[in-house]
């Protein structure tokens, strides 16, 4: 259960037994367990969870009609209405819908987790330093949080992504990772500063620890708390954006099974094949409100200040 | 006073002007990779006498900076850049710009009146069934993208029960308006509502609301009177600021319903891998965007004598 919220789960093993600090970052194990039995945590944790799985392991469910395969097509069921062992329908390839939409789970998760990861890596390295060492640093890292602040984001993202002339999961999941990282660092900057301040980190100051163990052993872990929720919802972001960015069509191409290619296809038909709509939209927004509910949820629960 | 704070916005604006265009600018001209086919779109051919034409319009072959500084002039006199058709990018953006004003508007009022009333209600009888039948309903619109809800509410209203025109805005304001004003007025009322929430509920809880209770007022002037004016002023900056992130919900609402606005002929420049369409409305955008925040920037100082201090 920890590895859907690491954050929070690392957080656990280091503040033991430290002094509480202002960010609402620390939770004693009982109280974590608390939170995660409380349905509004469980429900879409463990929605998440099936989401991974079927991400992890697209072939173990995408079999379960019989015909697992996504590549798999005959042209002579373009487009065929649901029946026996395709229980969506076809595409207009003629390929297995149910398969396909099974597979795509796995480009979204991916584009999702490397965007997020990319971002969180920025986060972490700017955000310690604006929040610790302050001064012109701090000024040089904010004043760029601004301009990213600047940019309606997917306007943003459709300029870039339109001069990239090939496009992978790679590139556009850092195209995405680009213009989500400045939300997740101004938060983390203000939970380093609040963090900064406390008497433990002048204590490991006073007794002579280095710069770099005061901010990996003290003030990171305990400043990361905040960023679990935030986190979650970002997830979510990064799905949405992929698949409207792909059905705009700047993201992925067609060889790619993903929800917002097979969106992107489902337009032109729409009026005549609504099954190619729905059921793409139906798994992308299931998973987009399973990870809106967790972060919802944690966000409720594990910050005081937001206590519903 | 006053006058200071409206500078110092400006001030403050001057270097994310130029940050944004710069980053622009940097995409679309510098990246590694050939500029020419950048800027014409990915995959369009050019014959050799359009690159030599975009190569000297563009000033590509000057030093970056003064191709960054010719870039920024043709911004500022309003020079958005031509299509491979010739038709320049700013005559497209003033024959659209109506429908999308028309379309942000309509959907703003809906949101701003729909999210203020739900989050007040939810806010003042927090935990009651309107409170959490809002907490549902927010999640489902914040997690189901737009753009589905966009074909299904096109799907349902306007090809199986035929009551609102599925695209395109020959039926005129407000017909067809309504359905495209809707989807993007969802788009927008969780964040609304869930503000207006927390703050009617931070309120609540302030002394000046004691002490009128302490007075004798009734319930509905306390909230009317003293609540919701000081609920409203962090509502009031969002309510702005989702103006401007209308426009890129544009995008995708008139694509998807044919609204012949800005955001269709990005749509279409997308689709037809024009490169100058395509960045200049996204830069017309961005720059929109920010004179939208500095408004509320400034709004938000009159509103709140306070924030002029900081």
């Known amino acids: 259960m920890s590895e859907l919220i690491p954050e929070a789960g690392d957080v656990l093993d280091v503040i033991q037994g430290t002094e509480q600090p202002a960010t609402g970052a620390r939770l004693s194990n009982r109280r ?25 392991a697209p072939a173990l469910f995408a079999g379960w009609f019989g015909h697992g395969d996504p590549h798999e097509c005959t042209l002579g069921n373009s487009g065929k209405p649901p029946q026996s062992g395709h229980p969506f329908g076809f595409d207009i390839q003629g390929c297995d819908l149910y398969a396909n939409v099974v597979y795509g789970t796995r480009t979204s998760m991916l584009i999702a987790l490397v965007g997020t990861s990319a971002a969180l ?63 997740l660092t101004r938060i983390f900057r203000a939970s380093v500063l609040a963090v900064s301040n406390l008497e433990y ?78 059921f793409p939209s139906l798994f992308l927004s299931v998973t987009v409100l399973a990870f809106v509910m967790l972060g919802d949820a944690l966000r409720d629960f594990l910050d005081p200040k937001a206590e519903r | ?152 509410a096109k799907v349902v209203f306007a090809v199986k029960w035929k009551v609102l025109p599925p695209s395109g805005v020959a039926e005129g304001w407000p017909l067809s308006y309504i359905l495209p004003g809707a989807v993007l007025a969802i788009f927008l009322i969780p964040e609304i509502a869930r503000l207006t929430r927390a703050s009617v509920m931070d309120n609540l809880r302030s002394d000046f609301v004691d002490t009128a209770v302490a007075k004798g007022l009734d319930r509905r002037t306390v909230v009317g009177r003293h609540v919701l004016r000081a609920s409203l002023l962090p509502v009031v900056s969002s309510l702005g600021l989702s103006l401007g992130y209308m426009l890129s919900g544009a995008v995708l609402i008139e694509g998807i319903f044919n609204l012949p606005g800005l955001g269709y002929a990005m749509f279409r420049g997308i689709n037809q891998h024009s490169g100058p369409t395509v960045v200049g409305i996204g830069t017309l955008m961005i720059m929109l965007f920010l004179l939208i925040s500095l408004a509320v920037d400034v709004l938000y100082g009159v509103l709140d004598p306070r924030i002029r201090l900081v």
């Open chain 1, 121 to 183: 890596v920025v986060t972490l390295v700017l955000g310690s330093l604006a929040g610790y060492f302050r001064g012109a640093v701090d000024s040089v890292i904010s004043r760029t949080m601004d301009i990213f602040f600047g940019f309606p984001s997917l306007i943003a993202m459709i300029i870039l992504l339109n001069t990239i002339a090939v496009r992978s999961a790679l590139t556009v999941s850092l195209v995405l990772a680009l213009f989500v990282w400045a939300p």
């Open chain 1, 32 to 56: 974590m367990h608390h939170v995660l039995r409380r349905p509004r945590v469980l429900i879409p944790s463990l929605l998440v969870l099936l989401i991974c799985l079927i991400a992890i």
């Open chain 2, 1 to 152: 006073m006053y006058g200071w704070y409206i500078l110092r916005r400006i001030a403050g604006m001057v270097p994310v002007l130029l940050g944004t265009t710069f980053l622009i600018f940097l995409a679309v001209y510098a990246l590694p990779g050939d500029p020419v086919q950048a800027i014409a779109g990915p995959g369009q051919p050019i014959p050799p006498a359009t690159a030599e034409i975009i190569r000297a319009q563009y000033h590509l072959d000057d030093p970056l900076i003064v191709q960054y500084l010719q870039y920024m002039k043709r911004l500022l006199t309003g020079d958005f850049g031509t299509d491979l058709n010739g038709q320049s990018v700013g005559a497209v953006i003033s024959a659209s710009w109506p429908v999308t004003l028309k379309l942000a508007l309509t959907a703003w009022v809906a949101a701003g009146v729909i999210g203020v009333a739900l989050g007040t209600f939810s806010g003042i009888r927090s935990g009651g069934v309107i409170d959490n039948g809002t907490l549902v309903l927010t999640t489902i619109m914040l997690g189901v993208p737009y753009f589905v809800i966009a074909y299904v």
């Open chain 1, 201 to 278: 980190v002048t204590a490991a100051k006073e007794i002579g620890a280095s710069t770099p163990r005061i901010l990996f052993k003290h003030v990171v872990p305990n400043a990361v708390g905040p960023l679990a929720a935030i986190l979650t919802l970002t997830m979510a972001g990064i799905i949405t954006a992929e698949a409207a960015l792909t059905f705009l069509g700047v993201g992925l191409k067609a060889p790619t099974i993903s929800w917002g290619v097979q969106l992107n296809t489902a337009q032109r038909y729409f009026t005549t094949n609504l099954n190619l709509l729905i």
